[in-house]
């Protein structure tokens, strides 16, 4: 399940992706123009934006070009859905900074297998990939978090900010980025939620002696790490 941001002005079209984003267990948001998408984006960062090209006032190539130039958006999966289906076209896409370009028509199947492909290259934590680090094990599909066999309880929000962690390891994290990433929400929700989430999330671990692997960075934010400190591995 993943957060998908649809930027689409042809309501039908829009309609039609959405639901079959929504029956593949997708959340969808609708965007019919720039301005709409660039609110949407304001408020909550999805995991993969679907971005036409023709809009009404500003285009998509505009809107990635943007995106691009944001931090906060740099990094944003975007695939560019178009009626064009030019080499040249398809060039300026890539260019203005879309990671995957789609030919309207297009099957529904090859949408997701495009969707599939980008997140598992940009976004893994909003696939159901089982990941595995130092021992410690999470699969999203049964929801199950375990240490050499023995199960760790963790709440859903945990669960979900583990996830994130583990699929993006060795990597200082932000609270604003986490908020962003793993609650989709950096503007309603207080910095401050992070770090009780980390706290629980710790607890939680310390049982199975994995509380060190979540890292704090002083200043910065989080990270998970595979090489803790032999001393501090009962932390
Ligand atoms: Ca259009």
Redesign the pocket.
């Known amino acids: 399940m993943s957060r998908i941001l649809v930027v689409?002005?042809?309501s039908a079209i829009a309609e039609l992706i959405a639901i079959n984003l929504r029956h593949a267990g997708h959340e969808v948001t609708i965007a019919e123009t720039a301005d709409e998408a660039q609110f949407a984006i304001a408020k909550a960062l999805p995991e993969l934006v679907l971005l036409?090209?023709?809009?009404p006032g500003q285009s998509g190539l505009a809107l990635a070009k943007r995106w691009r130039a944001d931090p906060r958006t740099r990094t944003l999966p975007i695939i560019m859905l178009t009626a064009r289906a030019d080499e040249a076209d398809r060039v300026t896409g890539l260019d203005a900074g879309a990671d995957d370009y789609l030919s309207k028509p297009f099957s529904t199947n090859e949408l997701m297998a495009r969707i599939r492909a980008l997140l598992r290259r940009k976004a893994p934590e909003a696939l159901d990939d089982a990941v595995e680090i130092a021992g410690l094990q999470l699969d999203p599909a049964t929801r199950r978090v375990s240490f050499e066999g023995r199960e760790v309880k963790v709440g859903p929000t945990e669960f979900r900010l583990l996830r994130f962690l583990m699929t993006h390891p060795e990597r200082v994290h932000s609270r604003a980025q986490l908020l962003d990433r793993v609650w989709g929400d950096h503007v309603f929700i207080e910095e401050r939620t992070v770090d009780v989430h980390v706290k629980r999330l710790r607890e939680a671990l310390a049982p199975v002696q994995c509380a060190a692997m979540i890292e704090t960075s002083r200043g910065v934010g989080y990270r998970m790490t595979a090489h803790v400190q032999a001393n501090s591995r009962t932390a």
Do not use: A, P, R
């Not at 036409?52 to 809009?55: F, G, N, Q, R, T």
């Open positions: 689409e002005d042809e036409d090209w023709m809009l």
